[in-house]
């Protein structure tokens, strides 16, 4: 079956320091592959989208990797302050039905920046 | 700014009643979303369209349906509504291969 998994329990770090989140999925073939922010009571913002041929991609302190020979996107926020703690989604719609295909979200990852 | 909308924000509502939530984008967007979410948990999306007339049920089987007559506007319906149903519905739109914009939800509450 398809799915998109993401670590489940709360990453916690330190200020300045760099988060990294993980996300894998299974029996899809993205053709593109998306990261939202969301917090508590409101719906998901759009961060970073990256392409199936695209390796990496930055934005400010953001930086997305897409391997689909691993079948993983790892997101990172280096220099990391207390106003990043939110739940971070990777979302992705599969290849061949970019115009007509389901956004699907994995489970998301919490993460909490201690000052 | 995101120009999607959602009404009502918060809804009590007893079992047995029927309602419909409203969402309504201004973008031109072709692709519309309903996502079903329970408060800490995962995104399930429950319906989606790619355009006017066409709508496709997502992966979390739902009791409830939508309709896409125009672009702009993309309703739920609950004939009759169970303490089940209670949770956040959160509405989305975009174009193919970019960004989805969502509104700010809607949190129903069955009793």
């Known amino acids: 079956s398809q799915k998109i998994e993401q670590n489940s329990e709360a990453l916690n770090i330190q200020e300045g320091k760099t988060a990294t989140l993980t996300c894998n999925y299974t029996?899809?073939?993205?053709?593109?592959l998306q990261w939202y922010r969301q917090d508590p009571g409101r719906g998901p913002v759009f961060l970073l989208l990256i392409r199936e041929n695209e390796k990496e991609k930055r934005k400010e302190r953001l930086k997305v990797t897409f391997d689909t020979t691993l079948k993983q996107s790892l997101f990172h926020i280096t220099a990391s302050q207390p106003a990043d703690s939110a739940t971070y989604l990777c979302?992705?719609?599969?290849?061949?039905?970019?115009?007509?295909?389901?956004?699907?979200f994995g489970q998301g990852t919490t993460l909490q920046v201690k000052p | 700014e995101a120009d999607i909308y959602q009404t009502p924000r918060y809804l009590v509502i007893g079992t047995g009643k029927k309602i419909t939530l409203e969402c309504s984008q201004t973008m031109g967007h072709d692709k519309m979303y309903w996502y079903q979410q329970d408060p800490g948990m995962e995104l399930h999306l429950i319906h989606y369209s790619y355009g006017v007339n066409s709508t496709e049920k997502g992966d979390l089987s739902s009791e409830s349906t939508v309709s896409r007559i125009r672009t702009e506007h993309f309703p739920l319906t609950l004939e009759s509504a169970r303490p089940s149903h209670t949770s956040q519905y959160l509405c989305?739109?975009?174009?193919?291969?970019?960004?989805?914009?969502f509104g700010q939800g809607t949190r129903l509450t069955v009793v």
């Open positions: 029996n899809y073939s993205p053709a593109y």
């Open positions: 989305a739109s975009s174009q193919a291969a970019t960004e989805a914009f």
């Open positions: 979302a992705l719609v599969a290849h061949g039905s970019s115009n007509t295909g389901k956004l699907i």
